[in-house]
């Protein structure tokens, strides 16, 4: 049964008949194949099957091409991935190696600005080596201590630490940073 909206659009573009099917894959609708028609007719059942199967078709063509655009988008990672062992095997320029990781994030991960920090364990900080992202935006400390900030809370328990908004975080040094520099 339609709605009175979708009559009203109907009418207005002056169809008579509309058969639709929905674009489904694995119970997930990824759209719809409609069939409009200027005069009045009556839609078969042979007719809705075949609707339905040009539906079946069109959704599976879809799903085909997103699951293709996935798998590429892993193997350009996977080489890039590989491209980065060869250079850390090879490479005797630990900032090279540290500039390349940080741009590689930056693209795999589709992160606006990325930052490679290295710790002296004697003085319990974290040394920034490296970065990649925006030029022009406000300066960060050379150094962080452990524990203090995400960065350096990270370091002292040794584990990941995932912030959705870093504005919004206590003790986050990046906040005010994030603030001034709009990101």
């Given at each position: 049964e339609l709605d009175t909206v979708r009559r009203r659009?109907?009418?207005r573009e002056g169809f008579k008949a509309v058969a639709a099917a929905p674009l489904t894959v694995k119970g997930v609708v990824h759209g719809a194949l409609a069939v409009n028609q200027w005069t009045a007719r009556t839609f078969t059942d042979e007719e809705m099957a075949l609707l339905a199967l040009l539906a079946?078709?069109?959704?599976?063509?879809l799903e085909n091409a997103r699951l293709y655009a996935e798998a590429?988008?892993?193997g350009d990672r996977l080489?890039?991935?590989?491209?980065?062992e060869q250079m850390v095997a090879a490479s005797l320029d630990p900032d090279g190696v540290l500039r390349a990781i940080a741009a590689a994030a930056a693209r795999l991960l589709g992160a606006d600005i990325v930052?490679?920090?290295t710790?002296?364990?004697?003085t319990r900080l974290l040394h920034l080596r490296a970065s990649s992202g925006s030029t022009g935006l406000p300066s960060v400390p050379e150094t962080i201590p452990f524990g203090e900030g995400i960065t350096g809370r990270t370091a002292l328990q040794k584990n990941a630490i995932y912030v959705a908004d870093v504005t919004r975080e206590?003790?986050?040094?990046s906040a005010e940073w994030a603030r001034r520099s709009g990101i």
């Open positions: 659009h109907i009418a079946e078709q069109a959704a599976l063509a590429r988008r892993r080489r890039e991935l590989a491209q980065l930052q490679v920090w710790a002296d364990d004697a206590p003790g986050a040094f």
